[in-house]
């Protein structure tokens, strides 16, 4: 919490155009060197409602949020204001600015729309920004944007005064708007960049707070990224040329880069009626040979429970996107949560198996996105992308480097004609599909694809013998079931073997661990960072491979503590029940830090559960969760 | 070279050549009317010199979905209701394979009801045959969406209080391009119809009557019925959506009188299909999706050279 970041909320209503002038500002502050790191905050609502997005700029990594913020740019919500909707919505135009003062850090500083906005409104404000030490700047952007352009450019006019008060310099902003917009509106917002920029420089004393802009250089191009844009990515790289789905927040951003994208990569894009239509099209390209994917958040997940466990039965690849969003049923459709895990993992009858990747960050969710489709392929399973609405809505600054990486469009276990008459056949002469001999002897039975002269064979959801046909024979069934189970085995040593997904971070030999999963990682590490600076002795493993379950190493870190603390965005703890379920033992070394608000963990919350659960509570078994709410909510 | 090297082969076929080498369990009841599919099929796709090896035949669950175990050729034998997602899928990803998706009344118009509307819809270049027996068969004799008003079995022992299900007129509603009703009791003509419905180039939906000996001994196994193109009685021009709809209904109520009328009910042979639509309009690769796969000359294309500029 020093001066050497910025962390600049912007806040007004949803269709304000908040998310787009939030995405070209961490741009543009990306560009000039900095290292950011957004934050969405949405209501389930099209026009209006309170919304912000946060970016925090630094010259250091950032990997979460950060705890609070130091700059507030409060735009008020216009469709608040559009006397025809007040019924409907209320009176909500106060809340862009009264909303977030609560997690506004002392000596911060606070540009609001006076056009739009009336801080005599809010009880008590005089004496809270007296209290907090805040800078506050009543400026009537709505007026300046409408006298040069239109009044929608309030946010240019926002950007412009930021500009000015923090030390930023224009070229930057100038250069992206230049990049980003037609010439018709790029004049007159050229202008009330400017017009807002010398109006703030020439009446107001800008350095009379100390909220500046930070200096720093990247050694290497940068890239600005969201998890979703990372996910899609790394299935086009990995030669995904197929999707289906269905539209579900927050999925519905996979599905959208995918769609605006592959038709130009001579792929397929189907939106259709259901998500079991959506799943069981995906198996259909994908038994016809091609690499193909679909995805939903929970609720539609669920549909997608009967072709996902036909995928595992018929051994046809396929990888499914799981975006989770608070729960249960359709829950809180815009807010981030982690409870979809135990649904991920067990969802589906009988003794049915998937792959479950989990990315911590961005980058993550690139790499791992194309180690789903690997294995899938080659193994012939489904297998899952489990990431949340934090991860899929952040926008941080990735090396441009890292996705420059080859394609890889093989089919993996799949035979070509030439291939299958060498293949094994059964004594009547037909290929067998499902043989119980698996060349690498790791439950692997290369496929045909419908077409191919001599590979004919019968896909079924029943159990069936080697060339696919329907069977209830005891032995074979026996035979079969072994087979498929076999593949997790050869996984499981497959990823133990490769430079490891999950990530540890901190002192090696400390006292204390956090076990963390998904999205989380970078806030937890950050909280190790400090924990760290403040004399204690801690570390962390980020865990992204859920199923199989990386036992050996997870079993290795608990063993190296004293005791760890579980963190997780759920109510039931339910990574902390598959750790223990999977490594069978050390349940009294571990307890849960729980999160099920609605927002993510900041940081802060993560060193005070600590210090509740760790430090002050000498009580053993530490087997208690502790909920953290965050200031303000 | 083609890596489906199958497709297009146009040898020529012998209906024994869809017979499996194994016998496959045995599922249908003696005389079952799904005997009269499989023997339409058989002589369909013989007749069209279709191999084994170039037909995907997509099945959804129930006494239809063993049509797989007697019909040899590419299969997948898929889930209830869903038969027709995966069938239009992989049109879509290799357009050379000649797609079939089967299933039955309950499978195709009650659990499956939703795909079956907006497969027509979209017009995907496929066939769609559904086993109409009136009856859920292989979960022992319940009540079906076409089983006729009145209709007691043992999960409604007063009798349905329901409608049947006008499969016809509802497949002229969501869009189907082809829509053809026959049955097992004459497989000439299901013979005829398959054909074309085969080389319709659209979707072509065919309500196949099929008798069930076992748990419909009450219902009117289809017999007499009457070609509607064979009457004098029945005269209307199947081109017309107008003239096709108002037959549709008539062949419907009749249905419930006890009068089995058969026929094609609609045939537009002007409408694209989906996957033309699809090419039209830029989303779908001339070249089968599929064959790119097993190209090694083929450059493909990564995020890193087409999309990370506008990220910088």
New interface residues.
């Given amino acids: 919490m020093t001066n050497d970041e910025l962390i600049w909320r912007i806040a007004g209503g949803s269709g304000d155009g908040i998310a787009s002038t939030s995405q070209n500002f961490a741009k543009a502050l990306m560009r000039s060197g900095l290292n950011v790191f957004t934050h969405r905050h949405y209501p389930s609502r099209i026009r209006g409602g309170h919304t912000y997005t946060e970016i925090r700029a630094s010259a250091d990594p950032v990997k979460s949020r950060g705890d609070g913020y130091n700059f507030l740019l409060a735009l008020g919500d216009s469709f608040a204001r559009n006397p025809q909707q007040n019924a409907y919505y209320g009176n909500e135009e106060i809340k862009p600015l009264s909303e977030n003062l609560d997690e506004l850090r002392e000596g911060g500083v606070i540009i609001y729309d006076s056009g739009l906005l009336d801080a005599s409104e809010i009880e008590d404000f005089d004496e809270r920004v007296e209290e907090n030490d805040w800078h506050v700047y009543d400026l009537d952007l709505r007026t300046m944007a409408r006298e040069h352009g239109r009044e929608v450019m309030r946010n240019t006019a926002g950007v412009g005064a930021t500009c000015a008060l923090a030390g930023i310099d224009l070229e930057w902003i100038e250069e992206l708007m230049t990049d980003a917009m037609p010439e018709k509106i790029l004049e007159p917002n050229l202008e009330i960049l400017h017009e807002a920029y010398e109006m703030v420089e020439s009446e107001y004393d800008v350095d009379a707070h100390d909220v500046k802009i930070p200096e720093g250089e990247h050694d290497e191009e940068q890239v600005l990224m969201s998890g979703s844009d990372a996910i899609a990515y790394g299935a086009i790289d990995e030669g995904c040329r197929f999707i289906a789905g269905y539209p579900m927040t927050p999925w519905t951003e996979v599905f959208t880069i995918m769609s605006q994208n592959l038709p130009e990569l001579g792929g397929i894009s189907e939106q259709v009626e259901d998500e079991i239509a959506a799943a069981a099209l995906a198996l259909g390209a994908s038994h016809a040979g091609v690499k193909a994917m679909s995805g939903s958040s929970g609720g539609g997940f669920a549909l997608m429970s009967e072709p996902l466990g036909l995928a595992e039965m018929t051994e046809t690849p396929v990888v499914l996107i799981e975006a989770m969003r608070a729960g249960p049923s359709t829950g809180m459709p815009t807010k981030p949560e982690q409870g979809d895990l135990e649904h991920v993992l067990y969802t589906s009858q009988g003794d049915s198996h998937r792959i479950v990747f989990a990315p911590g960050t961005v980058a993550e969710a690139y790499t791992q996105t194309r180690k789903a489709f690997q294995i899938a392929y080659e193994y012939q399973i489904p297998s899952i992308v489990l990431y949340d609405q934090k991860l899929g809505g952040e926008l941080v600054n990735v090396p441009a480097s890292h996705f420059d990486e080859e394609p890889n469009p093989s089919l993996g276990s799949t035979l070509t004609e030439a291939e299958i008459a060498d293949a094994p056949h059964d004594d009547s002469g037909k290929f067998s599909r499902f043989s119980y001999d698996t060349p690498e002897d790791n439950g692997v039975a290369p496929r045909s694809i419908p077409g191919q002269k001599g590979g004919r064979f019968l896909a079924t959801g029943n159990e069936h013998m080697p060339e696919g046909h329907i069977s209830e024979d005891p032995e074979n069934r026996v035979f079969q079931m072994n087979k498929r189970m076999r593949k997790l085995e050869a996984i499981r040593e497959e990823l133990d073997g490769e430079v490891v997904n999950n990530s540890e971070y901190g002192e090696e030999d400390a006292q204390y661990g956090f076990l963390t999963f998904g999205s989380q990682q970078g806030t937890v590490e950050e909280a190790v960072d400090r924990l760290n600076e403040d004399g204690h002795s801690v570390k962390m493993l980020g865990v992204s491979e859920m199923a199989p379950y990386p036992v050996e190493q997870v079993s290795e870190f608990i063993e190296s503590v004293d005791e760890v603390l579980v963190v997780e965005m759920n109510a039931s703890a339910q990574f902390r029940g598959l750790t223990q379920k999977e490594v069978g033992r050390y349940g009294d070394k571990l307890s849960s830090l729980l999160k099920y608000n609605g927002n993510p963990f900041e940081p802060q919350d993560i060193v005070e559960g600590f210090e509740v659960n760790i430090v002050e509570n000498d009580d053993h078994p530490h087997t208690r969760t502790k909920y953290v709410p965050a200031a303000g909510d | 070279m083609s890596?489906?090297?199958?497709?297009g082969?146009g040898k020529e076929i012998d209906r024994n050549d869809y017979t499996?080498?194994?016998e496959?369990?045995a599922t249908w009841c003696p005389g079952c009317g799904d005997f009269g599919v499989l023997k339409a099929l058989k002589g369909a796709a013989a007749e069209l010199g279709k191999s084994?090896?170039?037909?995907?035949l997509?099945t959804g669950i129930g006494c239809s979905g063993?049509l797989?175990?007697y019909f040899?050729?590419?299969?997948?034998?898929?889930?209830h209701g869903?038969s027709?997602?995966?069938?239009?899928?992989?049109?879509?990803?290799?357009p050379?394979?000649q797609v079939v998706a089967a299933g039955g009344d309950g499978d195709g118009y009650g659990i499956g009801g939703?795909?079956f509307?907006?497969s027509a819809r979209e017009n995907h270049d496929m066939t769609y045959i559904v086993f109409n027996n009136e009856i859920f068969g292989l979960t022992k004799g319940q009540t079906s969406p076409t089983s006729p008003m009145g209709h007691k079995s043992k999960t409604q022992p007063h009798g349905s209080a329901k409608q049947p299900l006008r499969p016809l007129s509802l497949s002229l509603t969501s869009g189907a391009s082809y829509i053809a009703r026959t049955a097992a009791v004459n497989p000439n003509q299901a013979k005829d119809i398959i054909v074309e419905a085969m080389e319709h180039d659209g979707f072509s939906h065919v309500d196949f009557l099929t008798q069930c000996p076992t748990w419909n001994k009450d219902a009117r196994q289809y017999v007499p019925y009457v070609d509607i193109q064979d009457s004098e009685d029945y005269e209307f021009d199947n081109t017309d959506r107008r003239e096709a709809a108002e037959m549709m209904h008539e062949t419907e109520d009749a249905l419930h009188e006890g009068t089995v009328l058969t026929g094609r009910y609609y045939v537009d042979s002007d409408r694209p299909s989906y996957q033309q639509e699809?090419q039209q309009i830029?989303?779908?690769?001339e070249e089968p999706?599929?064959e790119?796969?097993?190209d090694d000359s083929?450059e493909?294309?990564?995020?890193?050279d087409?999309?990370?500029d506008k990220?910088?």
């Fill in positions: 890596a489906f090297s199958a497709i082969e499996p080498g194994l496959p369990q084994p090896d170039e037909m995907l997509v063993k797989n175990s040899e050729s590419y299969g997948f034998h898929t889930i869903r027709l997602p995966v069938a239009r899928a992989a049109k879509l990803a290799n050379g394979l939703n795909h509307m907006h699809k830029g989303e779908m690769p999706l599929a790119r796969y097993f083929y493909w294309e990564r995020s890193y087409n999309f990370l990220h910088k």
